[in-house]
């Protein structure tokens, strides 16, 4: 589990990224909107997981998995 810092860390850049939005935060899981299939990539790519962890000197241990879409909804919507 990250710590608080770097939880907020890969948070906000994960919301900084265009196309991307971090909407929840709870313990190691994080939900996060992407607006294309390109971007989506970039997130489950596990990158910047990986970029935040180098800051604190830690592994990124991390398991990134995509969610269903919603009902009704596209991945392109």
């Known amino acids: ?4 810092v770097d939880a ?3 948070a906000n850049s994960i ?4 196309g991307t939005l971090s909407v929840d935060l709870e313990g190691d899981f ?5 607006i294309t299939s390109d971007t989506e990539k970039d ?4 990158d910047m997981a990986r970029r935040v962890a180098r800051l604190s ?3 990124a241990n991390v398991s990134i998995e ?6 009704g909804l596209t991945a392109e919507t």
């Open 66 to 71: 995509r969610m269903p879409v919603e009902e």
């Open 43 to 46: 997130v489950l790519g596990g």
């Open 57 to 59: 000197d830690k592994e």
């Open 8 to 10: 907020v860390i890969f």
């Open 15 to 18: 919301t900084l990224t265009p």
């Open 30 to 34: 994080f939900l996060v909107h992407a």
């Open 1 to 4: 589990m990250p710590s608080q």
